[in-house]
């Protein structure tokens, strides 16, 4: 059964700096791998979709990478704004079925 | 291009009623998910749909949980009657292909008093 964990489970940061965001997972036997980000009271807003045969997938100041043999990717954000105050969630697309399995999130604020 | 869409956006509903959510996916989007998140839990997996048919359930609480998705387009989630540990957010996810990323409605939050 995957499993899947974001540490820590909260962050505060200053304005403009980079920060990296951790997710880990048990079973490496995945078919993706897709970072989201929620702010309260909304939706998933999706930010990146890593497939299972590539290391790293880059937009705009996000970069996320993934080494599926140790069973880890993260979120690495450049330059941080307010605006990136949210919390992000890491799912893992497991190889053999469709649905995702979500860590629990890590809370991140950016301090002006 | 219209995300994915929910309806009520918020619910609340006695123990014992029926509630009725729904779930308007992206337009050509065959494949629909429904998950919920319950209070300090994670976001969990509840079915997929692949057109009208149902992929995976394996996520279904139980036979109070009833979801169709008739003509294969838009969905809904039954739950009756409901009970206390129901409560939570619904979100409905859709994605054209296996292996794409799967978009995300805003949810319904249910409360059951």
């Known amino acids: 059964k995957q499993e899947v964990t974001q540490i820590p489970a909260a962050l505060s940061v200053p304005e403009g700096e980079n920060l990296v965001l951790n997710c880990s997972f048990t079973?490496?036997?995945?078919?993706?791998l897709q970072w989201f980000r929620q702010d309260p009271g909304k939706g998933l807003t999706s930010l990146l979709l890593?497939?299972?045969?590539?290391r790293e997938q880059t937009s705009g100041r996000l970069n996320a990478s993934l080494d599926k043999s140790s069973g880890r990717s993260t979120l690495y954000i450049a330059a941080s704004q307010p605006g990136d105050s949210a919390t992000y969630l890491c799912?893992?697309?497991?190889?053999?079925?469709?649905?995702?399995?979500f860590g629990t999130g890590t809370r991140l604020t950016i301090i002006p | 291009e219209a995300g994915v869409t929910q309806f009520p956006s918020h619910s609340v509903i006695e123990k014992g009623q029926t509630v009725t959510l729904r779930c308007d996916p992206i337009?050509?989007?065959?494949?629909l998910y429904w998950y919920r998140r319950v209070m300090g839990k994670e976001i969990k997996f509840l079915l997929h749909?692949?057109?009208?048919?149902?992929?995976?359930e394996s996520g279904m609480p139980n036979n109070r949980f009833l979801a169709e998705r008739t003509g294969g387009t838009y969905s809904t989630l039954k739950v009756q009657p409901a009970e206390l540990e129901d409560s939570g957010v619904y979100f409905c996810?859709?994605?054209?292909?296996?292996?794409?990323?799967?978009?995300f409605g805003p949810g319904t939050r249910l409360t059951v008093t």
């Open positions: 799912a893992v697309g497991n190889f053999g079925n469709e649905k995702l399995t």
């Open positions: 337009s050509g989007h065959d494949n």
């Open positions: 749909f692949v057109k009208e048919s149902k992929q995976d």
């Open positions: 890593i497939q299972s045969s590539q």
């Open positions: 079973d490496s036997a995945i078919y993706n």
């Open positions: 996810a859709s994605t054209r292909a296996r292996g794409h990323e799967q978009y």
